[in-house]
């Protein structure tokens, strides 16, 4: 069984194969520009994506956000995490909130079919690390560290796909395929 994944990030796509891989299904990255909303309003964000991308592609797609949402600050940045990061870095986001109260780690996946859009998520309670850790390049998984944990994201290496929120939030979405589609 195949599954299409819009992204251009590789190591969500590398990720996202491993995970989907021990369901039986075969994920095939498609990769185009879609402007995407700015909205801290994930579920809003993710709805306007995927239909996008289905009505580019006209085939079955699934795209994803994955975001911190700080309690200290009301859950944001939420939608609006890649902006966020990208403006402060690692450096100074560990400087402002390592040692603060637990952050949440959410994936959330929008699957549209073509007859209707289907959400799944994923989430990982975790802190907020200073110094920033082993920087694979691959956004704030240098400072997050999953409560039980001593390792952040970026440390733990490919242990990171068996306790991530993206490993829930594609179970989901592999359980909803199988489930729906394997007689297709």
Partial sequence: MQIRFLSKN?????E??????VFDIELLATHFEIDELQTSDTKKLLRDKALKAFKH???PIFVEHTGLYLNLLNGFPGGLTQNFWDTLEKEKFAE???GMEPVMARTDVCYVDGKR????EGEVEGLIVKPPRVDH?????CVFQPLGYEQTFSDM????DQVSMRRKALEALARHIRTHYAAQ
């Fill in 96 to 98: 402002l909130f390592a």
């Fill in 10 to 14: 590789k190591y969500k796509i590398e």
């Fill in 137 to 141: 390049g691959f956004q704030w998984d």
């Fill in 57 to 59: 592609v006209g085939r």
């Fill in 157 to 160: 290496g490919r242990m990171k």
């Fill in 16 to 21: 996202a194969k491993r995970i989907l891989n």
């Fill in 117 to 120: 859009v289907w959400y799944f």
